[in-house]
């Protein structure tokens, strides 16, 4: 028997069936590292060099005499993605009031300047000094600077991209062009020691099963950090789909998961990290679109660019990443402002928001887009990417850098849009009397 060895050469032993699994794991941990590096380093790479091909509609046009209100010019603004600001200076940038809108626009001749778009004073309403003038309808001079122009040209409006799948919606941005509040929304709610784990989380861990357990927030907490979403939702798809098929769980996919984390802390930056998770997160569903990233979900959800939305929209993107298909707005309101709610309780919490801001932003109210950009013309799209397909095969998905310039005026696409909408109600209630 091994105790009758003598000692030195059982300590040897001892040291041999210890030291073994050690070197073996090490080993196996070297190449899995190896091995998962060269796909992150692929996949981190083509995202980076990867330009999602554009479809663009009609250049807007500004000119006096044509029939758009103040907030029409405001709404084309947004989809053309400006930001509203106190003073604009710099290109993209506008301020508004009640019969003027200043510009500085992104190209063209009047690039860099400041354009002003007036109206004519409304008539005031009958009722006295109390009463409100209506807002004007129609551009009445358009001004660059002091000079009077005829019109100015503004960049044609982004209509969708062509992502693959199809019926995918994304809006890739950098890291600086998304708001503060908004990466601090999603830092609040989905992981707040971020900057400080390296992939995983073991005190987070420890700590969402200690808040589950005694019920202490109104709200579950889960252990998963944002690398590790990204982690399984952007390199393991393929074994996320098999367990939403089959309804079980894999251990080895989570150690996979846990893994490539680790992995991908050390060959991207936490910048690059939360930039990619907040372009690839997966925030529901419209009508037959998946909307991806937080941009895109700011058009959807508000019909907004994302640099115009308040801290209330924010932390309601936000809320919506633990399930979308019950936190949306489009599904319920009151799920909404619920989750809304939680996410800006968490982003006091956290240090992001004061008590005055808490209490702002709860009463404001959730005022969700009837229609969003991305959605005013899918057929549209549809056919401009099958005809892409047709005449040049393969184009979309080896280009590097590919934009679509079409004609589609999106102010006769709203019209159109709220004409039939309009006729086919006039045609019910015609029909419903006809059949009493």
Do not use: C
Not at 30 to 44: A, F, K, Q
Not at 147 to 158: G, I, M, S, W
Not at 220 to 243: D, H, K, V, Y
Request: aromatic share 6%; hydrophobic share 45%.
């Amino acid at each position: 028997m091994w105790w009758w060895l003598p000692r030195r050469r059982w300590t040897r032993l001892l040291a041999a069936v210890l030291v073994t699994p050690v070197f073996l794991g090490a080993a196996w941990a070297g190449y899995d590292y190896g091995r998962y590096s060269v796909v992150v380093d692929e996949r981190l790479h083509g995202e980076r060099v990867r330009a999602i091909p554009r479809v663009y509609g009609r250049p807007l046009t500004l000119r006096a005499g044509l029939a758009l209100s103040a907030d029409d010019v405001i709404q084309r603004l947004n989809d053309l993605g400006y930001t509203a600001k106190a003073a604009p200076r710099d290109g993209g940038e506008f301020s508004a009031m009640l019969a003027a809108v200043t510009i500085v626009p992104r190209g063209g001749r009047l690039a860099g300047r400041d354009v002003h778009i007036e109206w004519a004073a409304a008539p005031v309403r009958s009722g006295g000094a109390s009463a409100t003038a209506a807002p004007p309808a129609t551009i009445a001079r358009v001004l660059a600077g002091d000079t009077r122009v005829a019109e100015v040209a503004l960049d044609p409006p982004l209509l969708s991209a062509l992502a693959t799948p199809a019926r995918e919606r994304r809006r890739r941005v950098p890291l600086a062009a998304i708001p503060p509040h908004m990466q601090q929304a999603v830092l609040a709610i989905e992981d707040r020691r971020f900057y400080v784990h390296p992939g995983i989380d073991p005190i987070r861990m420890v700590g969402a099963l200690v808040s589950n357990l005694r019920g202490s927030r109104g709200y579950l907490s889960g252990a998963s950090t944002i690398t590790q979403q990204l982690a399984r939702n952007f390199f393991l798809t393929e074994e996320m789909l098999e367990e939403q098929q089959t309804g079980r769980r894999s251990i080895t996919r989570k150690l996979r998961e846990q893994f490539i984390s680790v992995v991908l802390e050390t060959r991207a930056s936490k910048e690059e990290i939360l930039e990619l998770y907040l372009n690839e997160v997966y925030l529901g569903h419209r009508g037959s679109f998946a909307i991806h990233g937080v941009a895109a979900a700011a058009r959807t959800y508000f019909a907004k660019d994302l640099s115009n939305l308040t801290v209330a929209e924010a932390a309601l993107i936000a809320g919506v990443i633990q399930s979308p298909a019950n936190h949306s707005p489009f599904a319920s309101l009151a799920r909404a402002t619920e989750r809304r709610d939680v996410v800006l309780q968490a982003m006091r919490d956290a240090g992001y928001l004061d008590e005055g801001t808490l209490t702002t932003a709860r009463k404001e109210p959730i005022q969700a887009a009837a229609r969003a950009l991305d959605f005013e013309a899918p057929y549209f799209v549809d056919h401009v990417a099958d005809e892409l397909d047709r005449t040049l095969p393969g184009l979309t998905a080896g280009a590097t850098s590919l934009d679509v310039y079409t004609t589609l005026d999106l102010n006769l696409q709203r019209a159109a849009q709220d004409a039939v909408r309009t006729g086919l109600a006039s045609v019910d209630e015609t029909m419903a009397r006809r059949k009493r």
